[in-house]
């Protein structure tokens, strides 16, 4: 998969109605921004063969409105990442699969954006659901997105 193919492909998906269904949290710009940020992460993750965790309530809730769509999220599948992209909800895994690590997980969709992230573009996965308002974010400490990035500068030079 290219990652240029990724990019493409999300900047050119169009978001209907039907992705908020379950995600009514505003602004939606927001949220959207989030989702797209999310797929980028995936790409990245599916080329290295990683599995990533979610690190927001609310990209979730959109993104399950995404796959609902069912023939448009499979053609976007295809034209970003040339086969379809599961979902695998926590113990819902793959039989044979290891147990979740839902910290692991986290940790490398902070590597994964560090691979897609533009040059100044600002994450907005870590803390969306702090600043939407959610009762029960989800997210990533501030601490331990900069630990992870220190780690990635030290050993990659990347960041």
């Known amino acids: 998969m290219e990652p240029a193919a990724v990019e493409l492909a999300v900047r050119e998906l169009e978001l209907p109605e039907a992705v908020y269904k379950t995600c009514p949290w505003e602004p939606r710009d927001l949220v959207a921004t989030g989702l797209r940020q999310w797929l980028r992460c995936c790409g990245a993750a599916l080329a290295d063969d990683q599995v990533i965790g979610m690190p927001s309530r609310a990209v979730d809730e959109a ?5 609902l769509c069912t023939r448009r999220y499979a053609d976007f599948c295809e034209r970003a990442y040339g086969r379809f992209l ?16 839902t910290s692991g997980q986290l940790g490398r969709t902070v590597v994964a954006w560090s691979l897609v992230a533009q040059p100044g573009e600002k994450c907005v996965l870590w803390d969306l659901d702090s600043r939407l308002g959610l009762a029960d974010p989800w997210g990533i400490p501030a601490p331990r997105v900069a630990e992870i990035e220190a780690r990635l500068r030290k050993t990659t030079g990347r960041l």
């Open 86 to 101: 599961h979902h695998h909800p926590e113990g819902a895994e793959p039989s044979g699969a290891e147990p979740a690590d």
């Open 63 to 67: 993104w399950h409105g995404f796959i």
